[in-house]
């Protein structure tokens, strides 16, 4: 998870407004064992199974699905034209079929045109118990044929008795359990206790939360109106706007939340100033810099600066994908840093990172004079020594490390910058440690990470920073070749291997390692080992082996090996992840392809391509796979961009999944989708903003109800925006 500090400061004056609990809404925030019908054990079993708690937690239980009863269609023709459809007839009498766990529960329906089976794999006692045959239903699901027979499995069914004729248009349907069916509360049920709730609803308990002026610019319906909608819509546009409505109002909320956020922390962070662009700075760019820097480092870099000497602590994310160049931006910040006469930190998750950062430091700024060390686990006895002192009489401008660098013999002169690489490894408690290292002020915060996130995503979670984004490849770089293979070619990848070795290159070849699946999958690396060992015999070839269970000293020595070119295959799991450069390995073989999420099919890839030569992304698969992850490998396959890809992610998995969302609020979104909803996120955070700018303190009348509503909700459940 990508973790940085953010806070939310305790103080709370002018000139921003800062929400304060607000008052309990009468009904709405009653406990719903008060209301008809939901006795004590419904409502326990609503809470524990939903989360149910509340009145207003059951209006905000939206239905997932409508069925459109103005579409009911007549089962010859769905018969013809098998179809998810709702079709509506007589049930007959229940039967079983088939033994053992074929058993099966059948019935009939039948309407004018014809009869259209019904079938159910599980759960046959409920629906026998529930269901009365003779009686007349609708019935929703999918048709499908099996054996030249049309059969409708699992419908979903509803009686249609006491439905007034009015009522046959959209019913909700309602997301629910097992154990809240057999007590009644299937999506009926919850109906009917929402259907129940509705009309007792005044403006007063649900009172309108956006401006008017906004409402009318967007046309969105007002609050309580989208509830009752969202709910029982009298027609498409209806819901249609009122799910506008009620998506927008929660984005809204959440983006004046982290803007919020932001202005305080910009207000109650004091930070050092580092107004002096100096010497070394100029040096380094006109003397020293060996290659022109990218538009987008440019841009970059002046985002930093201007953070730098605004007054307030800095605290940025720069995303960039792998080899972007974020280690250069990196050090003109440190530049920036020597020039007001302040020291700087770079912290990696491994020693082998740190070294390579220290190594390439070292050489841009050579002959500078400017003094840099290194410090991790293994440096060790005078030098360790020296370095503290060093460090503490302010001697070293620069200090490279690992974790080392966090702990408490480590004491800066004046450390003004602070800057972790691939962060999503360091823990809250690592990252205090490191704002304690510097006072008055905590250092100014740069977090580098190669995870590309999507926009939507970026402004939901990192609303309250600022993001710094490298959205362009240094020129001249040889897009990888990624293919997909499949086993008949195992053959061919051996040849490949040794053409590409014989050339002088060196090889991945990584296996997945699932928790769940290690001690299979680990036989399955040693099988794959033995196979290599056989086709590739010393002393002619050296294989290198890295995986998770190894003590981290073996990991260091092989990687090290592999390093200096003693190996010319590294075989691995996904140890090898995160940033390790080795300019001289030109083929990635992921075996198992399918298995790997998108994300880490990505960073892998981006362990190779970092030299000169044409680099090759090979996707090994035996073919069997889910949709899915055919669609993660052809997306592989299809583009290099982060971005896209990181995109195509989000889409394939949700936002709940993806790395750095865990904690975060998008999991708690109610309605909002942001795969789908990026032009209603873009419109709310624009629209908060544009408030925030015209009323920081929200004291235009007007805006109200955007406070109280604020108050309320942090009442309820606290600041979200409270990630790390
Ligand atoms: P990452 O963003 O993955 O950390 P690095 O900073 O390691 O990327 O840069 C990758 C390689 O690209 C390095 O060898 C670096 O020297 C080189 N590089 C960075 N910026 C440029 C540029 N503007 N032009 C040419 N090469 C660059
Ligand atoms: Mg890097």
């Known amino acids: 998870m990508v973790e940085i500090h953010r806070l939310r400061p305790s103080s709370c004056g002018e000139p921003y407004f800062c929400p304060k609990p607000g008052p309990l809404s009468p009904f709405l925030d009653e406990p719903i064992s008060q209301l008809p019908g939901l006795g004590g054990v419904k409502a326990a079993l609503l ?9 207003r937690d059951l209006l905000e239980h939206y239905p997932y699905r409508y069925i459109d009863k103005t579409l009911i269609r007549s089962i010859r023709e769905v018969l013809t034209h098998p179809d998810t459809a709702l079709v509506q007839g007589v049930l007959s009498p229940f039967q079983y079929q088939g033994a053992g766990h074929k058993k099966r529960l059948i019935a009939y329906l039948r309407d004018d045109t014809a009869t259209l089976e019904l079938v159910w794999f599980k759960g046959g006692k409920i629906i026998e118990s529930v269901l009365q045959p003779g009686q007349t239903y609708t019935a929703y699901g999918k048709v499908q044929r099996f054996r030249g027979k049309a059969t409708m499995v699992h419908p979903e069914m509803e009686s249609l008795q006491g439905d007034s004729p009015r009522d046959l248009t959209f019913d909700p349907v ?4 097992e154990g809240l069916s057999k007590k009644g509360l299937d999506t009926k049920g919850i109906r009917k206790i929402i259907r129940q709730i509705i009309p007792r609803l005044t403006p007063s308990m649900v009172p309108e939360n956006i401006p008017d002026d906004i409402l009318q610019n967007l046309r969105l319906p007002g609050r309580l109106e989208a509830l009752k909608q969202i709910h029982f819509p009298v027609s498409q546009p209806a819901l249609e706007a009122a799910r506008n409505r009620l998506k927008f109002e929660e984005l809204f909320f959440i983006q004046l939340d982290l803007l919020l956020s932001k202005m305080h922390r910009q207000r109650d ?6 107004d002096a662009v100096g010497e070394q700075v100029n040096r380094f760019y006109s003397d020293f810099l060996p ?10 870099i002046r985002e930093i600066r201007r953070d730098l000497g605004a007054g307030s602590q800095m605290n940025r994310l720069l995303q960039g994908d792998v080899g972007s160049g974020k280690t250069v931006v990196a050090l003109m910040a440190m530049l920036i840093a020597l020039d007001n006469g ?3 930190c770079l912290v990696a998750p491994t020693e082998i990172l740190a070294q390579q950062h220290f190594q390439s430091l070292k050489d841009l700024i050579r002959g500078m004079g400017i003094r840099i060390g290194l410090l991790t686990g293994s440096v060790t006895g005078q030098t360790r020594k020296l370095t503290l002192q060093y460090l503490a009489d302010g001697t ?4 490279i490390g690992t ?8 004491q800066f002169q004046r450390l003004g910058l602070a800057i972790t690489d691939e962060q999503h490894r360091f823990g809250v408690a690592q990252r205090a440690a490191l704002w304690k290292k510097s006072h008055p002020h905590p250092p100014h915060v740069l977090v580098m990470t190669a995870t590309p996130i999507p926009r939507t995503l970026a402004l939901t979670i990192y609303g309250d920073l600022d993001v710094s984004i490298i959205d362009e490849l240094p020129p001249g770089r040889k897009p990888i070749t990624t293919e997909l293979w499949y086993e008949n070619k195992r053959l061919r990848l051996i040849g490949f291997m040794k053409e590409q070795i014989a050339l002088g290159r060196q090889v991945y070849v990584v296996y997945p390692l699932i928790e769940e699946s290690a001690t299979l999958d680990l036989l399955n690396l040693e099988e794959g080992l033995a196979a290599l060992q056989r086709e590739f015999p010393r002393p002619d070839y050296q294989i290198s082996v890295v995986h998770g269970r190894m003590p981290s000293a073996d990991k260091e020595m092989e990687m090290q090996r592999f390093l200096r070119k003693e190996t010319q295959i590294m075989v691995a799991t996904t140890v090898i992840e995160v940033g390790v450069n080795v300019p001289n390995a030109s083929v990635m073989v992921i075996e198992n392809a399918e298995r790997f999420g998108l994300s880490q099919l990505h960073q892998l890839r981006g362990r190779v391509g970092r030299g000169a030569d044409q680099s090759y992304c090979i996707l090994m698969t035996n073919g069997k796979m889910s949709n899915e992850a055919r669609v993660r490998l052809t997306t592989m396959c299809r583009t290099n961009n982060g971005f896209e890809i990181a995109d195509v992610d989000l889409k394939l998995r949700g936002p709940g ?11 708690g979104l109610k309605i909002a989708d942001l795969r789908e909803d990026g032009r209603i996120l873009t419109t709310a955070r624009t629209m908060a903003a544009v408030l925030l700018d015209k009323d920081p303190q929200l004291n235009d009348p007007a805006h109200q109800r955007v406070r109280r509503h604020l108050q309320a909700t942090n009442r309820q459940q606290g600041s979200w925006s409270r990630i790390s």
């Open 396 to 399: 070293l401008h620069f200090l």
């Open 657 to 667: 999944d993806m790395e750095g969302t865990r904690q975060s609020g998008v999991q």
């Open 291 to 300: 290659f022109s820097l990218t538009e987008a480092q440019k841009r970059v």
């Open 269 to 274: 962070l004091v930070g050092y100033v580092f």
């Open 47 to 55: 809470r524990s199974e939903l989360g149910i708690g509340r009145v």
């Open 342 to 344: 302040y020291q700087s």
């Open 174 to 177: 309602y997301s629910t359990t």
């Open 403 to 410: 974790h080392a660098v966090l702990e408490e013999p480590v």
